[in-house]
């Protein structure tokens, strides 16, 4: 079972900048893939980014060039970098552990855009 808690949520004005961080119980580099989702209100969850245990990423059109996601391997942390948020940036953003048919996710952090 691998638990994930994510912190650095908050408000912003649109323009700002904001950095979640996701710690894992285990080490990240076994767990492979990490990855930001994010939910808003009357919407579905939908994937922001993953990074693999060998740093390749991908990222949501909508979010290219503005985030970005990384990791550090000895801290079994998972970071994404929010810059020139926007009010459709809110929602609640969860970290997530995938390994192969097992999905873990945290319980989330609010990110609230103000324009």
């Known amino acids: 079972q691998v638990q994930l808690v994510e912190s650095g949520g908050g408000l912003v004005q649109a323009g700002g900048s904001l950095k979640l961080s996701c710690a894992a119980s285990e080490s990240i580099f076994i767990i492979g893939t990490m990855g930001w989702y994010r939910q808003a209100p009357g919407n579905q969850r939908e994937l922001v980014t993953t990074i693999t245990s060998r740093g390749s990423t991908n990222y949501a059109d909508f979010v290219k060039g503005r985030f970005t996601i990384s990791r550090d391997n000895a801290k079994n942390t998972v970071y994404l970098q929010m810059n020139s948020l926007k009010p459709e940036d809110t929602a609640v953003y969860y970290c997530?552990?995938?390994?192969?048919?097992?999905?873990?996710w945290g319980r989330g952090t609010q990110v609230t855009v103000s324009s």
């Open positions: 997530n552990a995938n390994l192969g048919p097992l999905n873990y």
